[in-house]
């Protein structure tokens, strides 16, 4: 199997579940937001966001630094993922403690401190048991790691409907995520030490001294870029109420869950590639960043224009005519989606080639710009106000990315590249504005085929594209 079949072949089984995932995870979602309300599907989003945000504490980028080193020396599997696997666990401990003392301080009360601590703990256990699916992904068995998200992401939907079926509330919803954070952990270990690792559990304090200190520009990174997917919901939380979280998140949940889909299938596969070839063949990386770029482009441009003309169609099809409120932030955060989808994968370069200082600055700074703006736009304008800073903050860090990759890297034609699915986009968003009453999914299709005809027309794929194509379709 050649490299591009490799990365083809990685990227479609993480493809395929991610999709299966976002799917049922997005089926579920609507219907727990249609049963709780704007004011308990807020509530629900808020404790999740605040206690995801804090739980970066509990892993401080160790399994970025576990999957750039062992996908490059796979020899060092067992000694990196059982010393990361006994660092987390005093970082875990320590993590609790500090959501018990938030919740203490900032008094909390009710069903809200409970559903805080299920979550916190069910967050917990995910990273710990990110310890050893993130070694699956260093050793490019992409297989293993979609049947843990499925397995996990099964129990949650599954337990979830008949919870609501039977009519009980959030707080039962929160001890159906504790029980699948239990699961998580016990399959990522049963899942390691029968296909990878052997269980070896000695205490290395200098190299988990080591690990921590190397990790620290991912974990700063992670807690950075938590703040783009959760400071906004965490802030609406605080400062308007859950009405106006439940309505932001019902706009914005549908163009991420879009966006994560294609960003975790992509770097998943792509980072070990990456490392390894900074490693053999360095001068490669830069051309093979640029045309990645290119194909994110090519998918996240028409799918931003195609969901801005068509927020309304969108909106009420998924709420069945609740949460009209959300429309307006649904058409802002659309342009969320190519940003973010290039970013992931200069960012993942930037990883790769060991300049995770400069990622974590861009990301850093990128960071206090949204919460910025959020403290400024969300008193003037709520929910609109937050979806406006979280595309702003994203260009931000963007333009630093490619700031960094210019200066260092020299790669001065990767703007070049999005020019022409811009076009295509713009004139298909114009096509189905003006046969947006028609059926949605003939209007999609319609869409779809003259945006990828306009691209065709203006000579977007070149011999190296084809070339590439060949190499998918060669024999091993």
């Known amino acids: 199997m050649n490299p591009v079949q490799r990365i083809i072949k990685n990227m479609g089984v993480t493809g395929v579940s991610q999709v299966f995932l976002s799917i049922i995870g997005f089926i579920f979602m609507i219907y727990l937001a249609r049963i709780l309300g704007e004011a308990g ?65 900032l008094d909390f009360r009710g069903e809200l401190v409970s559903l805080l601590y299920l979550f916190g703990v069910y967050n917990i256990l995910q990273t710990l048991s990110l310890t050893y699916i993130s070694l699956f992904n260093a050793w490019e068995k992409m297989e293993f790691v979609s049947l843990f998200l499925i397995a996990e992401k099964m129990i949650i ?10 009519g009980y509330g959030l707080l039962e919803i929160g001890y159906i995520y504790l029980l699948a954070g239990i699961f998580d952990l016990l399959f990522a270990m049963l899942l390691t030490f029968k296909k990878l690792i052997k269980p070896r559990f000695n205490i290395n304090l200098d190299f988990q001294k080591d690990l921590l200190i190397r990790s620290l520009p991912f974990g700063l990174n992670s807690l950075f870029d938590g703040f783009f997917f959760k400071i906004d919901t965490v802030l609406l939380g605080f400062l308007v109420g859950d009405v106006a979280v439940g309505i932001y998140n019902a706009s914005y949940n549908p163009l991420l869950i879009s966006s994560m889909i294609l960003a975790t299938m992509v770097s998943s596969a792509l980072y070990p590639v990456m490392s390894r070839q900074f490693n053999d063949s360095n001068q490669i990386l830069g051309s093979f960043v640029i045309r990645s770029s290119k194909y994110l482009a090519i998918i996240g441009f028409p799918i931003a224009f195609g969901c801005f003309v068509l927020a309304d169609k969108f909106i009420l099809l998924f709420y069945a005519g609740n949460y009209v409120e959300s429309i307006l932030p649904f058409q802002i955060l659309a342009f969320f989606i190519p940003l973010r989808l290039i970013s992931t994968i200069i960012g993942t370069f930037l990883s790769s080639v060991n300049r995770q200082g400069l990622r974590t600055f861009s990301v850093c700074l990128s960071a206090f710009f949204n919460v910025f703006l959020n403290l400024l736009l969300i008193p003037l304008f709520s929910f609109v106000g937050a979806s406006i800073a ?61 945006y990828f005809s306009l691209l065709i027309v203006l000579k977007t794929f070149n011999e190296e594209d084809i070339n590439l194509f060949k190499k998918l379709f060669e024999s091993k």
């Open 41 to 105: 599907f807020g509530q629900y989003s808020f404790v999740l966001s605040f206690t995801s945000l804090l739980v970066i504490f509990s892993d401080l980028g160790v399994c970025q630094l576990l999957v750039r080193e062992v996908a490059r020396d796979k020899k060092l599997s067992e000694n990196y993922t059982n010393n990361a696997f006994l660092l987390k666990i005093p970082l875990s401990i320590l993590t609790f403690l500090g959501i018990v003392l938030i919740v203490y301080f």
């Open 157 to 166: 939907v599954c337990l979830g409907f008949l919870i609501l079926f039977l």
């Open 390 to 450: 979280t595309v702003l903050s994203e260009m931000l860090l963007y333009f630093l990315f490619i700031f960094f990759i210019i200066r260092y890297y020299n790669l001065i034609n990767i703007n070049k590249v999005y020019l022409k699915p811009i076009i295509g986009s713009v004139v298909m968003a114009g096509f189905i504005y003006f046969i947006r009453d028609f059926n949605l999914l003939l209007v999609i299709l319609a869409g779809l085929i003259l």
